[in-house]
């Protein structure tokens, strides 16, 4: 089955400090997702990359797809408090009606 | 206004008890599932329904049984409460089934705590 890697676990930084996390998978993908939740929220859609060699922005936040479609990534630039929460990576293989959710990674934000 | 609304917010309750998790969604989508969160922020679905037929169940105990009335509710409900299902449960949609990329809508979360 679909084996996803979500690393790291944790990653604290000073605030203006960039972070990112990755996630890799053992298969090649349809689509990924990320999500990201805030401490005692549900999680949030932010994204959906579909192409190899997929790269998205949105403001301070970058989204990458590998072009083997096996591997992505989410860096944010100059992080803020704002930022501070769990990210989500929701990989898809094709043929399968569920998206599996990476472990997360928990980012909290020094100021 | 709330897109996703699940009832209730907290769950307190005693092992062995039978309890209930309602899910709304008035976002006029068809799909909905129900996902569990551990104590390590683990994200793992349970099950989803598709215009009120199920289409994933996952390794879930019997215990746990959903009810999909209509397209816009879908209910939880626990048998014999154990220590160990005490999670975060979550309710999702999502506008169709369309093989996992669709969006998913998450509901706010029942935080249910089995002492």
């Known amino acids: 089955g679909q084996q996803v890697m979500q690393i790291p676990q944790y990653q604290h930084v000073q605030e203006g400090e960039d972070f990112t996390t990755y996630c890799n998978s053992s298969?090649?993908?349809?689509?990924i997702q990320w999500y990201k939740q805030r401490p005692g929220g549900h999680p949030v859609f932010l994204i959906q990359l579909v192409k190899s060699g997929e790269v998205k922005k949105q403001k301070r936040l970058t989204f990458q797809f590998g072009e083997a479609k096996k591997n992505s990534s989410l860096h944010i630039t100059a992080t803020q408090t704002t930022d501070v929460g769990t990210y989500f990576c929701a990989p898809h293989q094709g043929g399968s009606e569920k998206l599996v959710f990476g472990k997360g990674t928990k980012l909290t934000v020094n100021p | 206004d709330t897109a996703v609304s699940q009832t209730p917010k907290y769950l307190v309750t005693q092992m062995g008890n039978d309890k209930s998790i309602k899910c709304e969604q008035n976002?006029?989508?068809?799909?909905m599932y129900w996902y569990k969160q551990d104590s390590k922020k683990f994200l793992k679905i349970m099950f989803s329904y598709n215009n009120k037929e199920l289409i994933i169940n996952e390794t879930v105990p019997n215990r746990f049984s959903p009810k999909s009335p209509d397209k816009a509710h879908l209910n939880l409900h626990i048998n014999s409460l154990e220590l160990g299902d005490s999670a975060v449960y979550f309710c999702a949609s999502s506008p169709r089934v369309i093989a996992g990329r669709e969006t998913q809508y998450f509901g706010p979360g029942t935080r249910l705590l089995v002492l």
């Open positions: 298969t090649t993908l349809s689509n």
């Open positions: 976002l006029g989508h068809d799909t």
